[in-house]
């Protein structure tokens, strides 16, 4: 049985468009070329690229089972440990299970008050005239309100652990995301950097669990919290060591996503002067000057569509990528088993057969009906079927919130001309500082 159609390969390596000057142009034009199915071979990977809503579905919701996560996330089980982005099989399970309740409706209402209080802590530090990298400015703010909402964390220095993982991310761009873990010791340019920033993670992680095992309080529902009081089915309970993994995974994945969302809304918005007045509208009607709250989310509907739009044109989840356990038929080509299995929701959210002038920013289309028929897979920034983003309600309330805070009282002017590129590491980072001068709203 032939395999779908794709690049001609480069001797021995045969293309590895990751480690290329543009990997998403790269992906967009095979994409064109060779269809819903194409094929290419990334030194001793073979990869599958899915380009069709369908055929995700049938990937991520109608045969999880002969799916395990891709070797980007194993590679990163030398970091993450065996939390619950790297878990696989019942383990995984458990973890999901555990963690749940963390992220029921009620919990989020709750949190939600952490993520507007954050804000507002920020923007009391905020000068007009002032110019800064918005980008550093959510990571902090979301990190902040990561350890608050979800470890209960209110006093340790947050600066050092947002510089350390950014450390990390800027390290997992291009082809590196590739390479096994023991590349991770060799001496290669950027790698001591990571590792003392990986040694000072945990050291910041350790000192928070210390924390909350010395000062628990039974009555405390945070994340932290329920994992420390979970019991196996032999009653033990979570070491030290299992909790780090936990915290480490929602430190890097329940800040770095929102935080991209809120940076490229902002530099979106400021290049929409009509979005960004309706936008303003809004918040202005909605709040009448008060901070916003859950309560509000129904009446904030045109904040959330420039997330939604936002998270279409630049989702902070570029792919979604799976390895098969066992030999399959897709469109009838054979894919082998452990080859990997490559989804981009960068290619989809831009995908012309599903969205009308796809390169243009308009919230406004999250309200027609052609988005209300959208196939299932054509938009999805939080993945789907059983491994969906445990986080997405989370993300999303928190987006929509901090958003509106920051439009109650500024707005952002861009200070450069040249566009910000994306670049495709374990998330859509932007290239380059999106710098931008705080004003006050007229």
Excluded at 41 to 67: G, S, T
């Amino acid at each position: 049985m032939l395999r779908p159609p794709g690049p001609k390969p480069h001797f021995l390596i045969g293309n590895i468009p990751l480690a290329g000057r543009a990997p998403l142009d790269t992906f967009r034009r095979w994409a064109a070329l060779y269809g819903d199915i194409f094929y290419y071979r990334a030194a001793w990977l073979h990869v599958y690229f899915l380009n069709r809503p369908d055929l995700i579905e049938y990937v991520l919701v109608q045969n999880p089972q002969n799916f395990l996560k891709d070797r980007v996330v194993q590679n990163s089980r030398w970091l993450l440990g065996s939390g619950l982005l790297t878990a696989e099989g019942d383990g995984w399970k458990r973890q999901r299970r555990l963690i749940q309740p963390a992220f029921s409706r009620d919990r989020i209402a709750v949190y939600a008050r952490c993520m507007t209080d954050s804000a507002e802590r920020m923007l009391a530090t905020w000068r007009p005239g002032t110019v800064v990298d918005i980008h550093q400015e959510m990571m902090s703010l979301t990190l902040r309100v990561v350890m608050r909402a979800l470890f209960e964390v209110e006093t340790m220095e947050t600066g050092k652990i947002s510089q350390s993982l950014n450390t990390i991310m800027l390290n997992s761009i291009g082809g590196r995301l590739l390479l096994p873990p023991f590349f991770r010791y060799l001496p290669f340019p950027g790698m001591r950097d990571v590792r003392r920033a990986v040694d000072e993670v945990n050291v910041a992680v350790y000192e928070i669990i210390r924390q909350r095992r010395n000062h628990d309080q039974q009555t405390s529902r945070d994340l932290l919290s329920i994992l420390m009081h979970a019991r196996d089915e032999d009653g033990s309970r979570m070491t030290d060591e299992q909790l780090r993994d936990e915290v480490m995974t929602f430190l890097l994945a329940g800040h770095e996503t929102t935080a991209l969302a809120l940076s490229w809304a902002l530099y979106l918005l400021s290049q929409d002067a009509g979005a960004e007045e309706k936008l303003h509208d809004q918040v202005d009607r909605a709040l009448a000057g008060r901070l916003p709250s859950v309560s509000d989310l129904s009446s904030l509907t045109f904040v959330e569509s420039v997330i939604k739009e936002t998270m279409r044109l630049y989702p902070p989840a570029w792919s979604v990528a799976r390895t098969a356990i066992a030999d399959f038929e897709l469109e009838g080509y054979r894919v082998p088993a452990r080859a990997n299995i490559v989804m981009s929701q960068w290619l989809m959210h831009r995908d012309p057969r599903f969205f009308s002038e796809p390169e243009q920013f308009d919230p406004d289309r999250w309200s027609s009906s052609a988005s209300r028929n959208l196939p299932r897979f054509a938009y999805f920034p939080f993945g789907g079927g059983p491994r969906q983003c445990i986080g997405a309600s989370f993300a999303t309330t928190e987006a929509v919130l901090i958003l509106a805070t920051i439009a109650r009282r500024f707005q952002l002017v861009p200070v450069e001309k040249t566009p910000v590129l994306p670049v495709p590491s374990i998330t859509l980072r932007p290239k380059d500082p999106i710098r931008m001068r705080i004003e006050m709203r007229c």
